[in-house]
């Protein structure tokens, strides 16, 4: 079945540095894919939508110069937390749909999150 | 978005059948009911989706209100590892084809 993998897994940074998540579909390509976050306890939100060859689209309340999102791919989407701070500090999940993303009737793959701890 | 309604939690006993119950009252003619899992510490996992009819997959069984405005997943056996929190959302183009994820229904099952 399609996979999306995500790296890395976990990663603790410290307060002002960088972190670069990847987000990978690895047997079919995604012209579009998700970025949602996850407070502990709580459910995903949507962060933004990755498409590629364009600029990302972010969901209100998102600072687009604070988590830098590149498609550069049709199998590839990164997101750069840059400057963390501890309240950065989430699950992060990407997902890409498979098949034409115009298609409601698409399932959605997801990646298995990337625990960041911002120290 | 048309939103919905799901229990905080339910608990279901090994090997039982379990109906996680959804409504959706405001649902649009162009809304697909999707149902996913989110393990502990994973990401989501696609269980099935419809959009009138009955579904059924090897994971689950959807069943569909004839008015729409509500939907049961069915798991048929339960076991320890369906332990998970299950969330029911509806996607139509109006959202993106994004998914716009509620609280879900935590369900609990015990051996």
């Known amino acids: 079945g399609a996979v999306v993998s995500q790296h890395p897994s976990w990663v603790i940074c410290k307060s002002g540095t960088s972190v670069k998540i990847e987000c990978r579909s690895l047997d079919f390509q995604a012209t579009t894919m998700f970025w949602y976050r996850q407070f502990p306890k709580q459910s995903l939100m949507l962060m933004a939508t990755?498409?590629?060859?364009?600029?990302?689209?972010?969901e209100q309340g998102v600072e687009k110069d604070k988590f830098l999102i590149n498609h550069a791919s049709l199998t590839l989407s990164t997101l750069t937390v840059t400057s963390a701070h501890p309240e950065d500090s989430s699950f992060y999940i990407c997902?890409?749909?498979?098949?034409?993303?115009?298609?409601?009737?698409?399932?959605?793959?997801f990646g298995n999150g990337t625990r960041l701890t911002v120290t | 978005d048309a939103k919905t309604t799901q229990p905080n939690s339910m608990e279901s006993n090994e090997e039982e059948p379990v109906h996680l119950p959804c409504n959706h009252s405001t649902i649009s003619g162009t809304d697909y009911i999707h149902w996913y899992r989110q393990l502990p510490s994973q990401g989501p996992e696609y269980v099935i989706h419809?959009?009138?009819s009955n579904v059924n997959n090897r994971m689950a069984s959807l069943a569909i209100a004839e008015d729409r405005k509500s939907s049961t997943l069915i798991l048929h056996r339960a076991t320890l590892r369906d332990a998970a929190v299950y969330y029911c959302?509806?996607?139509?183009?109006?959202?993106?084809?994004?998914?716009?994820f509620g609280k879900g229904t935590s369900l609990l099952v015990t051996p």
């Open positions: 959302i509806l996607r139509n183009s109006n959202s993106g084809y994004a998914l716009n």
């Open positions: 990755s498409n590629e060859g364009s600029k990302a689209t972010y």
């Open positions: 419809g959009l009138t």
């Open positions: 997902s890409a749909p498979q098949g034409a993303v115009s298609g409601s009737n698409s399932p959605l793959h």
